[in-house]
């Protein structure tokens, strides 16, 4: 779900991932279990060691590759290294759910022993370690909705309706706004996270849109088969080297969604204040600046670059003070 690097633009988000099933929890080893429940935890043993550790740089250039800023570099470094600790817990998830050949169950028991590592006093994974000593306060709830993200992906590969994708995503993606919320220490009533939920499922649906190409070759398809078809887009089509008029239309029926999810979910940043404010207000300026990226061609997804398609860093700054100001976007955010 994370964009390719992008020399253009800043540091860029966390946008969450994947959607709707609760994972079981791994139990520990000598507590009365069963023969089956100690084979099942020796191979989530070897699972958590086999967790991914970042190569150096390697969480850096993710963040580059973001369509919005993880953590804007006039922000404090406190906030900065909070918001960088729960990227790296964030990458590594997604990771686990995406990156390189294993089997789907080989994934799930990967990405099980990670939860069980999240949830461990002595976490062993680095980046827990990390997420532990910078930011321990944070609630652990919204990254098992992640984890639970991804273990989805491993089970479902096609989405009906568009309901059925704005619920993945309230797992894929709305914890992510919830996590950044509870960082900064706000105690954010229903409405602001509401509006926060919008904002973190607009940036998932832009980033389904611009990853059509990556999720197909891993199999999967996120926009609603339901559009597919009103659209008279054929999965097949995914696989050409050019977009078809029915797919460049179909993105940018989809992007307009997500637009106008950003104009219901803005009102997050107005009921904010502090560096909270700067900081949410660079994810919502990303938002716009991926659909403007869209726009730009013409809903093009799989004929153009992924630099073509994915927000720059100008763009993101053009529009933050329109939405700093709670304007939306300024006539000169347009340029």
């Known amino acids: 779900m994370f964009a390719s690097d992008n020399s253009d633009r800043e540091e860029l988000t966390i946008g969450g991932k994947k959607r709707r099933r609760n994972c079981a929890t791994i139990t520990d080893v000598g507590r009365g279990n069963t023969v089956e429940d100690s084979t099942r935890d020796s191979a989530a043993d070897r699972a958590r060691a086999d967790t991914p550790v970042p190569a150096p740089g390697r969480l850096a250039a993710a963040e580059a590759a973001e369509n919005f800023p993880v953590a804007l570099r006039v922000l404090p470094a406190r906030h900065r290294r909070r918001l960088q600790a729960v990227y790296g817990v964030v990458r590594t998830i997604d990771d686990l759910g995406d990156e390189g050949d294993a089997a789907p169950a080989a994934r ?102 611009q990853d059509v190409r990556e999720d197909r070759a891993r199999g999967r398809v996120y926009l609603p088969a339901e559009d597919l078809a009103a659209f ?66 013409d809903g093009d997804v799989l004929g153009r670059s992924r630099t073509a398609t994915h927000s720059r860093r100008r763009d993101i700054l053009r529009r933050l003070p329109g939405v700093l100001l709670d304007r939306g976007e300024t006539p000169w955010s347009r340029l």
């Open 108 to 209: 799930i028991a990967a990405l099980e022993a990670f939860r069980a590592d999240l949830h461990s006093p002595t976490p062993t994974a680095p980046v827990l370690r990390a997420l532990s000593r910078d930011a321990p306060d944070l609630p652990r709830e919204p990254f098992d909705r992640l984890v639970a993200a991804n273990v989805q992906d491993q089970r479902v590969s096609r989405y009906e309706t568009w309901a059925d994708l704005r619920g993945y995503c309230a797992l894929s993606a709305d914890p992510i706004g919830r996590i950044v919320l509870a960082l900064f220490g706000v105690r954010a009533d229903a409405a602001l996270l509401a509006a926060s939920d919008a904002v973190c499922t607009a940036l998932q649906v832009l980033e389904h849109c």
């Open 232 to 297: 008279g887009v054929a999965e097949a089509d995914l696989d050409r080297p050019v977009a078809t008029v029915e797919l460049r239309a179909l993105v940018l029926h989809e992007t307009a969604r997500a637009e106008a999810l950003l104009a219901e979910g803005r009102a997050v940043v107005g009921g904010l204040r502090g560096w909270a404010r700067l900081a949410v207000a660079g994810y919502v300026a990303g938002g716009y600046a991926a659909a403007a990226a869209l726009r730009r061609v």
